[in-house]
């Protein structure tokens, strides 16, 4: 029997009467013909609670309990989720992580799937069961203690079955309907596409269009699996949502997606650093260390170097967000008091945000850096630093211009028009 | 090493505050030299927040996943203590039920013990680790599916982890301070117990002092496990609470030891029965399966039999809990209407309450029973039915005497004096 896998987010089985409507969704697509495999998010609320009780208890908590106490939300919904679809005739199942066993590293509060045996679930299909709900987000390790994910982990445990039992299709239900050309609170021209590759998608998710976890989407992208991005809150069919395919599926030639952004970035300028061989590890080393997430980096020539200097310099400039700015700020004063590194000042600029447009058709068009630069011309706005991958252009820019450059991008490559 | 076991209920790990508390005492027995294996409850609320659910969810629900869902409640606290602990220098490791594994019947909602193998917590006591805190009332089947011992199996998860681990002693944590001679809310003059033995315990716990499970104490006589019983939240030390025991370990020779009641009782009697072989069985047999908790018998010789029927008639007397009536009638009038038994009519008196003496002294006592009942006639208390075992009388009287006989029974057996 063909095999679908169905996640659905915290705030989609908040409740009972939640749960009951996700249930319905599940139902249906036994009716057409699939066995389901239904991953479930705890709901909504009880991860926080739980997450709360461990804080207060042990602010450096032993991961291991801290995993053992986290997972129990989802625990609670799968039990929830079966007898729901038990009550609605449809023969279901509840899998807690160790059950199935969803085999993982120990690196508990982030552990990885290692294996994701079929054996047991195939054993239940084959009894007559049509839905296996599994817990999202947790496994067992090697040593037999509960592991979770991390937060977010429900999407990636959706794509993992959906590999692993070789489903046509993982859909996501969550509080939006799709994935759109950019955020609509930004302008209501943006346009919900229908299919978008697991490229582009990394791109947008990563740039911060929260839908899907970007690990799901990078584990899908590696075993193929055909994501849908779809509401829990609407009537949905085969056709509702956002397909998150690989390239070959879609047939659209627009050159650009979406555009993206991220408001509160931080801007950092490190002048006057030695030139020299291993400089950027020695300053991106302790940062990483710190935790602080670097985004764009950019190194220029400094100006001392045309006052001769005997030694060569140079400028480094890198972002970050904002609120980490204080650890950026004390790791790198602690890698100069070291001596790994040198610099004159260190300039911080907090009123940034970056704006991306994303694409895989820019592969094949030229031109596109040209467009968006003309367009933010066109509109006033300075741009403080650029870059640039395969299928995406981000620039960082003043904040006050973030949603003005959003508007002027979706309207110069036409987002809001179809194909 | 000594092991003890600790078992801490609802109410005692409400909170992170009483958890704290209940840690600390933890603590202080592994400061005194012991292993500790603590058997901890849901956070009071939690499971019924979740037997909630399920009802709602599925009022005809699957035991499986009722397991799967009430379940959890504990492995949160499991979880929590086992942080509080480590935050405490005590070194700990939390228990779910499979990990163990606690190895049980498949009697979901109501599974016994099959085997609870030392091999996993024994390498974690030789490993360093001075406590293990395990998740109370469940445990997993051949199948491995989770599964319940059904509600207060907690203090029977205690008393098995003691037998199974060779606990010095089995030290349940609860509201009550201890085992009191009587209710202390019908008598000032109730006294809490240093002793009690495990039959007295039995008779005791089935008639309503309602402390510890009446399996928990089966449990706990089959295998010679001292139980304690005491307060978490007092100070207390090596003699706090009430030791229930062995008789061989109580040298007190008072001949009654406890005064038990219960309130709502009804005396059902069923007027000219057939007096033949196998009439009980037609009777009890249909009460059992309507689930009619059926407590004392007595089967008298019916008037009819003096009025010369050519058959041999009798009258049977039974009690039960009030809020049974209604079943009890039911399940006799479908064996009426079925021919399996006859009778003339169903007299029902709904205003009984049965109190009882207890006591291991009675064995060797003669006379006890006269004394109990001259001391209820002296206060003019008319006694409905009597019955008797090795170590209980007890009797069924108007509910409005209840607390008048307790009070008279207590005095008159001297039980505010202790030895």
Known sequence: MPLLVMKFGGT?????????????????????????????SAMSGKTNELVGWVNETSPLYDAREYDAVVSSGENVTAGLMALTLQEMDVPARSWQGWQVPIQTTSAHGAARFVDIPRKNLDAKFAEGFRVAVIAGFQGVSAEGRITTLGRGGSDTTAVAFAAAFDAERCDIYTDVDGIYTTDPRITSKARKLDKISFEEMLELASLGAKVLQTRSVELAMRYKVRLRVLSSFDETDETSGTLVCDEDEIMESKVVSGVAYSREEAKLTLVTVEDRPGIAAAIFGPLSEAGVNVDMIVQNISEKNYRGNEKAVT???????????????????????????????????????????????????????????????????????????EIKISVLIDRKYMELAVQALHDAFELDKAG
Chains 1, 2 share one sequence.
Do not use: W
């Open 12 to 40: 989609s089985v908040a409740d009972l009467a939640r749960i009951r409507n996700a249930a319905a969704k599940v139902k249906a697509e036994v009716a057409r013909g699939y066995d389901v495999i239904v991953i479930v």
């Open 315 to 389: 400028d480094m400039t890198f972002s970050c967000p904002v609120d980490q700015v204080g650890r950026a700020r004390k790791a790198l004063e602690a890698a100069r008091d070291a001596g790994s590194i040198s610099y004159e000042t260190l300039e911080v600029d907090t009123d940034a945000a970056k704006v991306s447009v994303v694409g895989i058709g820019m592969r094949s068009h030229a031109g596109v850096a040209a467009r968006m630069f003309s367009a933010l011309a066109d509109e006033g706005v300075n741009i403080k630093v650029i870059a640039t991958s």
